[in-house]
């Protein structure tokens, strides 16, 4: 009865809010190779991240959300390194920066070693982390904040989106 | 997982998504209700999302008792072990109000036992608000049967970041706790300014944990989100932290609180934007030589390592681990000649721990020993020593707490 109630009273505020993006994709040990697939032949943009102490993470995503307003289709996906438990959490973050329609992924795996071993094997868990992908996928690493201004100049590069 | 499984896992999670929604719409409406909180009002505030709280805290006390301090379910709980871990006491717990307790990576709760038994422990607190929390105290004088009310001990009254605590005793009646502090920053920004990184404060009690003194700052402009480490050196309590040089080369500093003589104690050159989450371990022997073990990704070095500090001199940087195993996360402990150095790998398929021990005050070094392994999620392991016996603890979610000893006869 109860939870009929409190279902009505979701319910209610449901339609009350903002659209809301959906929940972030697992990122388990082959996510990796299912991206490049979706992006064959294409550059994109691989951003590391996390919802807990990583105030330089959100630095970069409010550049990038900023560059997403302005660049339709930017091939940006994002994959945070917490748990999909923080979905609700990582979605709040990425809405008001503009980015709740961005590709977006979470860490699935109690052991992220793993998962860091199949971006990156030298990879120990530094927050943000950028790859930038070329058309035949060699990449390029961005340990520590990626600039716009490195960014931007990557985009007219490869001649990525607008 | 076949489909029955999967599909109860899905059940599950929609549940539990449902559940969280439900609990937000509860809690957003009480926070409409009750109107502005204070600082302390919000921690009575459910948790949102769970964590995971595997990091615990452990120390040995003059007698040779094993302490354990392990967070769960928002509770804080103390046991003991008078056998080497084979028994522990019934948990007795610390808090009296549930909190949301900062127990995974490098967050943990701190133990350690005076003299006269008193037990003393801190951890921080994370507060609704992100990047937020408290540094809380709390200690027993009967022996662990019970705890005093955990205090808050960041005397600055903001809402900021206050975390990375580290807890260290004279054995006396002497504890200072230092932790990484947001209220410089947050100041300077309220004056229209910027203030890099986060600043480093301390408390000190001589009272065992009675009373403490007023806040006092130890260092501005440190890295943000790497656990520091505090021992009691004959000098005084000496702390090391991830320290910010320039605008973003992340090297160690070690400070003295009582003089605050502060000295750079790398020269790695690591510069970068970003949280490495990777801070550094201490600890001093019976002769007084300070004992260190740190990580970098910098220009002069990468990976794990250990110096020794003499008199002063820092004895040049020995490589801990695999690099291909990504070698991190080592803490060191040491008492009379005994140093003992724990890290974590990754095998490829899980987790190993693996231990190095001296007998002779860091001079010499047994091969690294292989002392366990686990397939999920783990805790970093902590090495303890009371100069003769040498154990590593360690957390995992599938095993939980391993008491590991050292083979004595381990080769040289």
């Known amino acids: 009865m109860i939870g009929r109630f409190l279902c009505g009273f979701v319910a209610v505020l449901a339609f009350a809010m903002p659209v809301r993006a959906a929940e972030p994709a697992a990122f388990t040990v082959d996510s990796l190779a299912k991206i490049k697939a979706q992006y064959a032949g294409r550059p994109f943009i691989l951003g590391m991240w996390s919802v807990s102490e990583c105030s330089y993470c959100i630095d970069e995503l409010t550049m990038l959300g900023k560059l997403a307003r302005t660049h339709r289709s930017l091939p940006l996906v994002l994959v945070a390194t917490d748990t999909p438990a923080q979905g609700a959490a990582m979605q709040k973050i990425l809405t008001p920066l503009g980015l709740a329609g961005v590709d977006s992924w979470v860490f699935d795996d109690p052991v992220p070693e793993r998962l860091r071993r199949a971006i990156d094997p030298s990879w120990y868990g530094e927050l943000p982390r950028t790859y930038l992908y070329d058309g035949e996928h060699r990449r390029e690493t961005i340990v520590g904040i990626l600039s716009e201004q490195r960014l931007r100049a990557w985009l007219r590069r490869h001649r990525v989106a607008n | ?412």
């Open chain 2, 1 to 412: 997982m076949d489909a029955r499984d999967a599909v109860a896992t899905l059940q599950n999670r929609e549940r539990n998504s449902m559940n969280r929604m439900v609990s937000v719409t509860i809690l957003a409406a009480l926070v409409l209700m009750a109107g502005p909180a204070t600082a302390t009002e919000h921690r009575h505030v459910p948790p949102v999302e769970s964590r995971s709280t595997l990091a615990i805290g452990a120390t040995l006390d003059e007698s040779g008792r094993l302490w354990l301090a392990r967070v769960e379910d928002r509770w804080l709980w103390v046991s003991s072990s008078a056998d080497g871990g084979r028994h522990f006491s019934a948990p007795v717990v610390v808090s009296s109000v549930p909190e949301e307790i900062a127990a995974n990576a490098e967050n943990r709760p701190k133990i350690a036992v005076a003299r006269d038994g008193t037990v003393l422990l801190s951890w921080s607190e994370v507060l609704p608000k992100k990047f937020t929390g408290n540094v809380r105290f709390s200690r027993s004088t009967d022996g662990g049967r019970s705890f005093s009310a955990p205090r808050t001990l960041n005397d600055d009254g903001r809402v900021t970041s206050h975390s990375f605590d580290a807890l260290a005793i004279d054995g006396a009646g002497r504890v200072a706790v230092v932790w990484l502090d947001g209220r410089d920053r947050d100041a300077a920004r309220e004056a229209g300014g910027t203030f890099v990184g986060s600043s480093l404060y301390f408390a000190q009690s001589a009272d065992n944990g009675a009373r403490f003194d007023a806040n006092r700052r130890l260092a501005g402009h440190t890295c943000e989100c790497c656990r520091t480490a505090l021992v009691w050196t004959a000098e005084g309590p000496v702390a090391l932290w991830r320290n910010l040089y320039g605008t973003n080369t992340r090297d160690f500093a070690l400070a003295n609180l009582d003089t605050g003589k502060q000295r750079r104690v790398t020269d790695d050159e690591w510069q970068i934007d970003a949280c490495p989450h990777h801070g550094g371990g201490l600890a001093v022997d019976g002769r007084g030589i300070v004992h260190m073990v740190w990580f970098t990704q910098g220009r002069a070095r990468q990976g794990l390592f250990y110096r020794r500090i003499e008199d002063g001199r820092a004895s040049p940087p020995m490589s801990l681990g695999s690099a291909e195993a990504q070698a991190g996360h080592a803490a060191v402990a040491a008492a009379g000649g005994m140093v003992l150095i724990a890290w974590r790998e990754f095998d490829g398929r899980g987790y190993v721990v693996q231990a190095i021990r001296s007998t002779d005050g860091g001079a010499t070094w047994s091969s690294p020993q292989r002392l366990a392994e686990s397939g999920g999620a783990a805790d970093y392991p902590l090495p303890l020593t009371d100069g003769k016996r040498s154990m590593v603890v360690w957390n995992s979610a599938a095993e939980g707490v391993r008491i590991l000893p050292l083979d004595p006869d381990a080769p040289k």
